[in-house]
């Protein structure tokens, strides 16, 4: 299902510059488009072909009455106006519209490509296109995205470390649903489009790392860290500071989420990253009660990667209550932990 929202309105006109209170964007927003009219080329810059031309001149340079130009879109968007409110699960798109109302020499492949490249050098922009009416019908003449995704800003740890004590035998291991518990733990978080994913191997490391492989070979996208904690018997603590050191840089926030929870919602998760406010940790509550998994915003990586001990994240969410924001969540069985026998026989009825 695909729902188109407009954001904002030009008032029919083929560019325009963004106020303060502009654009609003919903945070359930996956594809964000930036939409320049290129019948504004050539034209005087002022109101009867740009909404709100002061603000365009403002963050161009260009002066009213100047003819605008391709550089000054480029001015435009490098501004940074157009980014403004765009949640970080949205990718960003540049669609050049009006293709048609310029010269035919204007718009050679040559010349698409390579303003469709300078437009990709803007980090925020994952790709570009030429839409224009050929014969009578609108038409997609030429698009370009950048060769390699970026890397989602949300990061997820998968806690995968520990001995199964209460089981008896390795939990991670066990079927479940056609897969072994931590592959299905792994899908279900790489269902949320998390795309910074870092495996914390301890115990039995090998058949663990190998079973998460078979899985992820699959799924060349995920961008999946495997780290070892040789310090995995002093306690889960050790393992969440383990992770979160090997987070990429660009990390905005990250989940933990227990290697034994294959019933992890990928729901759940995009529904925490869409209400992600910065500085805080968002805790979803089911029934009442604080489950998992837990999204930490990148401020905390700090004191995350000093845990020690056996209690994990719930040392920083204790310390710092006044961060946490509880997010309601669903009566599913999200955080549902296999540590014993009997834990296991309900999940086997649960798949």
Known sequence: TIILCEADGSKRKPLKAHADHEPVIPKTTDLTLIILGLSGLGKALDESCVHRAHIFSQATGLKAGEAIEIPHLIALLRSGLFFKGVPPTSEIAVVFNQLDCLEENQRTGGIMGELAARILDIPEVSAVFFNGLDKGEQKTWYGQSKNSKQAAPFSAVILAAGMSERMGRNKLLLPLDDQLVICQTVSRVLASHIRDLVVVLGFEAGPVKKAVESLTKQNPEAGVTFVTNDRYR??????????????????????????????????????????????????????????????????????????????????????????????????????????????????????
């Open 234 to 351: 002093e306690g889960q603590g050790t393992s969440v500071a383990c992770g979160t050191r090997q987070l990429a840089e660009n990390s905005l926030a990250c989940f933990y989420v227990p290697g034994d929870q294959p019933f992890v919602s990928p729901l759940l998760m995009r529904h925490l990253m869409e209400e992600f406010e910065t500085g805080m940790i968002l805790v979803p509550v089911i029934d009442g009660t604080r489950s998992s998994p837990v999204l930490f915003d990148r401020r905390y990586y700090g004191e995350l990667s000093a845990l020690t001990g056996d209690t994990g994240g719930r040392q920083v969410i204790q310390k710092l209550p006044h961060t946490v924001i509880e997010i309601p969540g669903y009566d599913l069985p999200d955080g549902f932990d296999i540590d014993t026998p009997e834990d296991y026989e309900k999940a086997l009825k649960l798949e």
